[in-house]
């Protein structure tokens, strides 16, 4: 169905890129006009255009002149002039779709012309890649045709500085990988002030390998923590307790849905080794989450599949790339439960601090776009959830290459021997080899083979993948052999024959030249000869038939083989590729079904040999079909990823614009009479309810006041009253108590002093409420089993908690600005403010039984000053006693002594008291 419905809304395709080929038409036609201006006139055409744009033009209008003049300018700054269909790919870039070109199609070319009409807003524009190599390389590479036309480029990395940041996003177009965007996005509304904010909007966005990003990576969350509390010996503890469990005894294990859960017998004999009485006993559910990690961890999670141990460390291998995912932790203590079970050092379970999924990050663009050599599989689901459809555009010149038909053989075992064959009669002839594996395990096992038949080789895998690129640039050299993970070195270009710019470093390195300190005349020594070495062996690479891409299984995505397939045969070059199967790999054992079955049953009806593969459409039916499924799963776990997402995102950014609004300067106390009046009317409807006098709890309403404001004197409320009387009594106690505490603190003070509060309760309120979202969404799948659809219990679930929460917040700011005491210290300098060395502390949650409420208090010391200046906190000061009189009259046994000890009235001067 997903095939049918794709089917049907690219539909039409055909008539928009006939549409795209007359626009790319107009861009030629203005190719010798641009041709006959000079680099200056060339470079002058970006304030033009800008200003063209200011006067109402729309960048489609603009669009053939900018076409025309980066497409000349590209020629002469960096050697490549774009190709017709280049240009076609650029258009539909510039209309929001996803451009899906084949591999050595240019596409990190074809990105500048979109790139640079549409940062002609002026607003920035973002483009997207996988990892911090390309984004470094293509703002270099790219940035001289940028900055020859007059704009500026950025670059954002991992780790760095945030004073590099700003100038980054104010650059025309900034370069960056997905993950650093989306953590800016988060930091950005975590600061406590305005100016450490780096994005400046989300105007539009490229997202280079767009199915690598926004399907490959959109399972996993972008998440900020926090550290936390939890002991890592209870991690040790459950990790000792599985191991040795018997599959389906005690443990019953569905890899396919990645489920697993303990029978009855095995958990008594968790529970056993535990000393724990019933692990579901626990009503927090703590015990029964560290129970199905620890499961998880033992039994679905293997090293060097989908992690890997380095460095005593366990880091995350991304499943579709193959690459390590520095910095990243799974969630929900799965990371620490790995770290138990492989004896390294367990880290704190972090708590979220901030966290957002990448389609809900993307879908902030206002226009958003991408290219890929392979998008069509995931038509519908782009267009589902980001409503971005995908153009195929047609390649510079005709493909090539020959896809050769898959062999299966019965076992894994003669398969590998048979891939193992095949390198080996290919590199004899000195045809190039790139070999596809899906797991590390796999790499590392065909390597050893090779090592033994002596066939040098080089490895590329998340162990050993700082080298990508260079690695990867070489695998087309004459007899050349690369065993590669899924990754495969996206972004890279295999040449025939090597590529000319890495082979000379290589030559340098290998002559003893340190390439810091090569001259050019030595640098220009060592391209030339690598020129003629490269030109000589791509005659023979394309007598022995081109690069050969080889593949030891099927992927359980139909797009990560197109990706592998995609590597032979760019831009016309000759090439082949062969995928092995067994009947034995995950994928058809899991996911083949009956058909599979079938299969292995007619090979030991027919006495096949095990070295005699089998080819047969029938296979090819059945490894397609087993491959839809696994697409289908996978779709339909991102979607819920996004669904529960799309509930908090609403909440997120309803936040986060309150946090902008504060750190915009917005007035506070202008707006406090609005809170006051909230908080005093949810107070009363809670110890008020209804029209039943008896009903309600006006002593409970006084304590409210008293914890409040911090005061005993709280006006007497009579049953005799009504409740809008007794709501506007409450409300104008509090509001004068709070006009009160802002005379006395002065209205610059008040200002800033609220802003700061503001900023602190939304923070911690709103951290704390993500780890309560977290475990009601771990939870809230068994609410399936009383026939409630789990999705709407949590929405209704969130909707009620965040009511909650703002009720809260509102209260917290209230409480901590009306419980502010001043003790004026002395000044050191006399014409400074009075109450620029003030102390303010108050709770923003007073100690004692407040029910569920958190405990625990603020104490901050004020430093701003009305000149804007920080000024030092005030050091403690003696205690000294009043001349008559209890000098301790009227201290509260939570609030700071008056000695200036910084320690409680009770903890201090109020023991003896």
Known sequence: MAGLFSKILSMGSDKELKEFQKIADRVNGLAPTYAGKSDEELAAMTPLLKERRANGESLDDLLPDAFAAVREMSG????????DVQVVGAVALHRGMIAEMKTGEGKTLVSTLAGYLNALDGKGVHIVTVNDYLARRDAQWMGRLYRAMGMNVGLLQNGMPLGDKHP???????????????????RDNMVTQASRRVQRGHHYAIVDEVDSILIDEARTPLIISGAGTKSASIYRDFARAVKGLVADEDYELDEAKHTIMATDEGLKKIEGRLGIDNIYGDMAGQLVNHLQQALKAEYMFHRDQQYVVTGGEVKIVDEFTGRIMEGRRYSEGLHQAIEAKEGVKVLEENQTLATITLQNYFRLYDKLSGMTGTAMTEDGEFREIYKL?????????????????????????????????????????GQPVLVGTVTIESSERLSDTLDRRGIRHEVLNAKFHEREAQIVAQAGREGAVTIATNMAGRGT?????????????????????????????????????AKAVCSEEREHVVEAGGLCVIGTERHESRRIDNQLRGRSGRQGDPGETQFYLSLEDDLMRLFGGDRMDRIGAMMQRYDMPDDMPLQAKMVSKAVESAQRKIEEINFGMRKNVLDYDDVMNQQRQVIYAERNRILD?????GHVQEVLDQTCETAVDEFCPGKDVEGWDLDGLRGWLEELTGRKDTPELDADLDRERILSIVRGYVSDLYAQRSEALGADVMADLSQQVMLR????????????????KTGIGLRGFGQRDPLVEYKQEAYRAFQALVNAMYEDYIRTLLRIEVSTRPQPEPERDNLAGATFSGPAEVDGDQGDRPRGRIAATSNIARDGKDREPAKPRPYVKAESGDPYAGVGRNDPCPCGSGKKFKNCHGKKH
Do not use: C
């Open 76 to 83: 002469r700054v960096i050697g490549m002039r774009h190709f």
């Open 168 to 186: 980054a996003y104010a650059a025309d177009v900034t370069y960056g990988t997905n993950s650093e965007f989306g953590f800016d996005y988060l």
């Open 389 to 429: 459809p995908v153009q195929e555009i047609p390649p510079n010149r005709p493909v090539r290459r020959v896809d050769l038909d898959d062999q299966i053989y019965r076992t894994v075992d003669h398969k590998f021997a048979a891939v193992a064959d095949d390198i080996e009669r290919r590199h004899a002839k």
């Open 493 to 529: 270009d295999i040449l025939l024959g090597g590529n000319p710019e890495v082979l000379a470093e290589d030559m340098l390195v290998a002559e003893g030249v340190e390439l810091e300190e090569a001259t050019q005349e030595q640098r220009d020594d060592a391209l030339a000869r």
């Open 665 to 669: 300067g917005e007035d506070l106390v």
């Open 761 to 776: 309760v939304i923070d911690q309120r709103w951290m704390t409420y993500l780890q309560e979202m977290d475990y009601l």
